[in-house]
């Protein structure tokens, strides 16, 4: 799966714009200097979409738009999100453009808007110019009762064209949907496949499944099989165009959130920032492949790493979706689950369904497995309480920078240095906005060491539930490699 395909589309435009006219230089038969090294300039568009948040009539939504202050980026361009579900002629529709959700006024400071009730509509996000590089929206929903009740957060990803959700479930008492998103201006041709503990799962209805230009398809898992299983790993493939996809998960009680695509398979994965007081932590894993896949499982916990007692090796079958209860694994304390090949590495996906609370007062987030910050990650939506970052360093002791914004509504950024050691997990006292007013974001920057890989969780309590919502670190991917060129005017003549 290509995780950047808006990211290089944005790169190939800048690439456009710095090279227009000009020629590379490539070595010669006797011997002339090899290609310089390519220079990372920030992108110069980027496309963002964001789910329907919720169908219940007190869903409460805010959606919070950041772009990192990035070097190079230049001036000029703008950051929009608009409803999907265009209508020609209609109200939001072609010749009637719908009113944006949010409208960023500068890079650095985040923006934010909110809706309520069941109706809101998927939005379709752009950015270019000096907005473009490392643009993230935070959709965040609170919902007071019923199936789901709680905290869903989502971060709104770029279109794709294929995606892999392990944790999904058909079983009783839950109601997953996955939603299918179409930003372009052709209809998008999808399968969205099922796989249990048995394997692939009867589900003809989910073939050619097709999402209309600007649209957006929740799609019930529950009606696409008559099968019930508590533990599913969800396929979404594109045959034609390209889609925005995320699952959203509820329980009628334990909660709920939304299921973000786990990584592209790989024979170790890295799942960050199990929450420290997790009552409950299952692993769901997937190999797609031919081959059998034998995984050692590891907690980075404060300390260092740790084997859960009884549960050392995992052996993930083909083609099927297995499933480990690992219970109170973290025990107090912050930590990471770490997979890595027992024998040989087979690709695996994977995820984690943590629950916090007990009894009536259970609370649902997800933490699939995901790729390193890399060169910068950054969460929005972030409270003045409430929020925690967890970093961690499977590999090699490392260092990262963390800058907090500007509040959406004042406030002034601060920012630290930590040293993440190896083998451990960090639950970093997030610095937070002298003067904070509103919301601000966090940016992550790898400075030196081993990769690092994070999260972000936010938590509100309400009427003793502990409502909760992670989101992974992953790259934001706001620059692309461009190589140095030379001007060479001849070309114009050839």
Same mark, same amino acid.
């Given at each position: ?27 010669? /038969?006797?011997?002339? /200097?090899? %290609? ?31 772009? &990192? ?13 608009? &409803? ?25 400071? %985040? ?101 209309? &230009? ?57 799942? &960050? ?60 304390? /912050? ?97 937070? %906005? ?61």
């Amino acid at each position: 799966m290509n995780r950047t395909t808006l990211s290089l589309f944005a790169g190939a435009a800048a690439l456009a714009a710095v090279t227009a006219f000009a020629a590379l230089d490539t070595p010669s /038969a006797s011997g002339a /200097a090899a %290609p310089r090294t390519a220079a990372r300039l920030p992108v110069e568009r980027t496309g963002l979409l964001c789910p329907a948040p919720s169908l219940s009539d007190v869903a409460d939504t805010t959606y919070t738009s950041f772009t &990192p202050v990035t070097e190079g980026a230049g001036s000029g361009g703008g950051a929009r999100l608009q &409803p999907a579900a265009v209508r020609p002629g209609g109200k939001g529709g072609a010749d009637q453009p719908a009113r944006p959700v949010l409208t960023p006024k500068e890079p650095g400071r %985040p923006a934010t808007g909110d809706t309520s009730g069941g109706d809101a509509p998927a939005l379709i996000g752009t950015a270019d110019g000096r907005f473009a590089s490392g643009w993230t929206v935070q959709e965040t929903t609170e919902v007071a009762v019923g199936t789901g009740r709680g905290l869903q957060g989502v971060t709104c990803t770029g279109a794709d064209t294929e995606f892999w959700f392990p944790g999904a479930s058909t079983a009783s008492g839950r109601t997953d949907y996955v939603h299918l998103t179409n930003p372009d201006d052709s209809a998008a041709v999808v399968d969205v496949e099922l796989y249990g503990k048995d394997g692939a799962v009867e589900s003809p209805l989910g073939e050619n499944l097709t999402v209309k &230009p600007h649209t957006s398809e929740p799609v019930l898992l529950s009606t696409l099989t008559d099968a019930r299983q508590a533990d599913l790993t969800v396929h979404v493939s594109v045959r034609s165009g390209r889609v925005g996809a995320a699952v959203q998960a509820l329980d009628a009680e334990e909660g709920g959130d939304w299921l973000a695509a786990a990584a592209d398979p790989a024979g170790s994965l890295v799942l &960050p920032g199990i929450p420290e007081d997790a009552s409950d932590v299952r692993l769901i894993a997937f190999a797609p492949g031919d081959d059998d896949a034998d995984l050692t499982v590891r907690l980075a916990s404060p300390d260092g790493p740790i084997t859960p007692a009884g549960n050392e090796t995992v052996h993930v079958k083909s083609g099927m979706t297995t499933a480990v209860d690992l219970g109170d694994v973290t025990r107090g304390e /912050a930590g990471s689950l770490v997979l890595t090949p027992a024998d040989r590495a087979v690709p695996v996906v994977a995820a984690l369904q943590v629950v916090r609370g007990k009894g009536d007062a259970k609370e649902t987030a997800f933490i699939p497995a995901t790729a390193p910050v890399g060169t910068r990650a950054t969460s929005a939506g972030n409270e003045a309480k409430g929020t925690t970052l967890a970093l961690t360093a499977p590999t090699a002791t490392a260092t990262v920078k963390v800058t907090a914004s500007a509040g959406s509504a004042g406030g002034t950024p601060a920012t630290r240095t930590y040293t993440v050691r190896s083998g451990t997990t960090r639950n970093i006292a997030v610095p937070v %906005p002298a003067g904070l007013k509103g919301t601000y974001a966090l940016t992550v920057e790898h400075v030196s060491g081993g990769p690092v890989y994070g999260s972000r969780t936010l938590a509100a309590t309400e009427a003793g539930v502990p409502g909760f919502t992670v989101q992974t670190l992953p790259d934001d991917h706001g620059t692309v490699a461009v190589p140095e060129a030379d001007e060479d005017l001849s070309v114009l003549l050839k």
